[in-house]
T-cell receptor
Framework: GAGVSQSPSNKVTEKGKDVELRCDPI?????LYWYRQSLGQGLEFLIY????????KSGLPSDRFSAERTGGSVSTLTIQRTQQEDSAVYLC??????????FGPGTRLTVL | GNSVTQMEGPVTLSEEAFLTINCTYT??????LFWYVQYPGEGLQLLLK?????DKGSNKGFEATYRKETTSFHLEKGSVQVSDSAVYFC?????????FGAGTRLTVKP
């Protein structure tokens, strides 16, 4: 079946611009996670959605970062006024509640 | 808080060598433990997991045992292959809090 998909696969933007990253989870998965993977670093948790509950935003690094999940399915991560330190691979994962997470291929963001 | 510490790489081995990648954790609750693998050019995928103390996860010749007394979940393989070259991530989950280690890059040479 279809896995987690993310778009775009690569995004190059100028400092100060806003970007939107999209995640399509596996159909029926109630949980959705966003992570950031910087060069040579592990995965940094950003935000977690579970069903209709309020999202866990505790990992968002600043108020320039926000995310939403419409209809319990597709999620969009928005970064406003991008900075060079935002350059990273942004990974999305989905799961059935607290079960194994399935990862998408990621979006590589480069801020010039 | 919850955190994972894993052996820093890179690790370079010859084919058929024995592999150990150390992983220790700190958790406020009773975690499930995971090893994820990221092959070159691919996304992360689950390699194995264990959900309670003394459980052994295994897959593709890799094994890891959940050791509560030492708060460890070391990854082992008796004979690595070139195709095992990848980045390996140790992770834990306590409720909806998922934490990953920094990753260990493994290169296996023929």
């Amino acid at each position: 079946g279809a896995g987690v998909s993310q778009s775009p696969s690569n995004k190059v933007t100028e400092k100060g611009k806003d970007v939107e990253l999209r995640c399509d989870p596996i159909s029926g998965h109630t949980a959705l996670y966003w992570y950031r993977q910087s060069l040579g670093q592990g995965l940094e948790f950003l935000i977690y959605f579970q069903g209709n509950s309020a999202p866990d935003k505790s990992g968002l690094p600043s108020d320039r970062f926000s995310a939403e999940r419409t209809g319990g399915s597709v999620s969009t991560l928005t970064i406003q006024r991008t900075q060079q330190e935002d350059s990273a691979v942004y990974l999305c994962a989905s799961s059935l509640s607290l079960d194994t997470q399935y990862f998408g291929p990621g979006t590589r963001l480069t801020v010039l | 808080g919850n955190s994972v510490t894993q052996m820093e790489g890179p690790v370079t081995l010859s084919e058929e060598a024995f592999l150990t990648i150390n992983c220790t954790y700190t958790a406020t609750g009773y975690p499930s433990l995971f090893w994820y693998v990221q092959y070159p050019g691919e996304g992360l995928q689950l390699l194995l997991k264990a959900t309670k103390a003394d459980d052994k996860g295994s897959n593709k010749g890799f094994e890891a045992t959940y050791r509560k007394e030492t708060t460890s979940f070391h990854l082992e393989k008796g004979s690595v292959q070139v195709s095992d070259s990848a980045v390996y991530f140790c992770a834990l989950r306590v409720h909806n809090d998922m934490r990953f280690g920094a990753g260990t890059r493994l290169t296996v040479k023929p």
